[in-house]
Antibody
Framework: EVQLVESGGGLVQSGGSLRLSCAASGFTFSTYWMHWVRQAPGKGLAWVSRINSDGSGTGYADSVKGRFTISRDNAKNTLYLQMNSLRAEDTAVYYC??????????????WGQGTMVPVSS | QSVLTQPSSVSGALGQRVTISCTGSSSNIGAGFDVHWYQQLPGTAPKLLISGKTNRPSGVPDRFSGSKSGTSASLAITGLQAEDEADYYCQSYDSSLSAWVFGGGTELTVL
């Protein structure tokens, strides 16, 4: 079964740091781009970051650029998001998502269950 | 303010047809980037519903269909069922922002 499982969420103080992990299984992780998408409480979805299949290329939303770092370990089938200088507005459920293939390459075809990150001010 | 614009809510009776619009601009939908649709049931993660105009992942009924024209796209749901009550999001890629972008989401109520 294709699956993504996030972990690492939890309450953190404003200005603090946290590292999220996303364990992938059921597919060849090393051949897919991966993303982080977040959803603030009661709000819509917002793209956070992406990384290409071998980890050599990354991209970030303006709201997190310079504070968040995406990375991956293809030997461990795991995606990471290092979050520094956290702010109250970073409070959200963080989802990892797999990029689609072919004509659907710009979509997110598999999602994890999400991990909650509350940032207290 | 989302880059893609959706109505905040729509409603329809059981068995009826509803459409959800998604309006973008010349740097995303109008630039030729596909629009993808997601369904998010209460308390769950989003699920890919439609990728591109008509590609439905395995298990998604053909009651769901997508279309695109110019800088806009639409999701149509026919034969509304109670289990279709959910939030629906459109998504594309924006070349000016170099970012993946979402609509603000539409809450569907089945009457």
């Amino acid at each position: 079964e294709v699956q993504l499982v996030e972990s690492g969420g939890g309450l953190v103080q404003s200005g603090g740091s946290l590292r999220l992990s996303c364990a992938a299984s059921g597919f060849t992780f090393s051949t897919y781009w991966m993303h982080w998408v977040r959803q603030a409480p009661g709000k819509g979805l917002a793209w956070v970051s992406r990384i290409n299949s071998d980890g050599s290329g990354t991209g970030y939303a303006d709201s997190v650029k310079g504070r968040f770092t995406i990375s991956r370990d293809n030997a461990k089938n795991t995606l990471y998001l290092q979050m520094n200088s956290l702010r109250a507005e970073d409070t959200a459920v963080y989802y990892c998502a797999r990029a689609g293939e072919g004509v659907a390459a710009y979509s997110f075809d598999i999602w994890g269950q999400g991990t909650m990150v509350p940032v207290s001010s | 303010q989302s880059v893609l614009t959706q109505p905040s809510s729509v409603s329809g009776a059981l068995g009826q047809r509803v459409t959800i619009s998604c309006t973008g601009s010349s740097s995303n939908i109008g630039a030729g980037f596909d629009v993808h649709w997601y369904q998010q049931l209460p308390g769950t993660a989003p699920k890919l519903l439609i990728s591109g105009k008509t590609n439905r992942p395995s298990g998604v009924p053909d009651r769901f269909s997508g279309s695109k024209s110019g800088t806009s796209a639409s999701l149509a749901i026919t034969g509304l069922q109670a289990e279709d009550e959910a939030d629906y999001y459109c998504q594309s890629y924006d070349s000016s922002l170099s970012a993946w972008v979402f609509g603000g989401g539409t809450e569907l109520t089945v009457l």
